[in-house]
């Protein structure tokens, strides 16, 4: 959390939604100077050295790029349109944890714990 909240700062980032996976994490964010692909990188990096120096491993941690839909502003600025971005994201999660506990295999521990 520390990490993201200081990306968010450094690279003036609008965070409007995040949730913090098992294995990934959506944010809902507006980049106002184009930086997306920074604020991205900085953020993997960050995190991924954090979470190697905490369970004494090294190489890296995400696999590939990461992925992003494109919201146009004018958009975003009704709220329509976030909420229904939100919702999409919030149904997404209901559906995983659904299926999760339907297999028993719910896993409620740290998520940052191997």
């Known amino acids: 959390m520390a990490r993201l909240a200081e ?16 294995n990934h994490v959506h944010l809902v964010c507006e980049t106002p100077e184009a930086n997306l692909g920074r604020f991205m990188q900085s953020l993997s990096t960050a995190y991924t050295v954090y979470f190697n120096l905490r369970h004494g491993r090294h190489g890296h941690l995400v696999d590939g790029r990461y992925r992003a839909k494109l919201v146009e502003y ?10 229904s971005l939100v919702d999409t994201i919030e149904e997404r999660l209901i559906k995983m944890r659904d299926s999760r506990n339907r ?8 998520p940052c714990d191997p």
């Open 7 to 22: 990306r968010v700062e450094d690279f003036d980032v609008r965070l409007y939604l995040f949730c913090l996976m098992s």
């Open 74 to 83: 004018y958009l975003l600025a009704e709220d329509r349109r976030l909420r």
């Open 103 to 110: 297999s028993n295999s719910i896993s409620r521990a740290d």
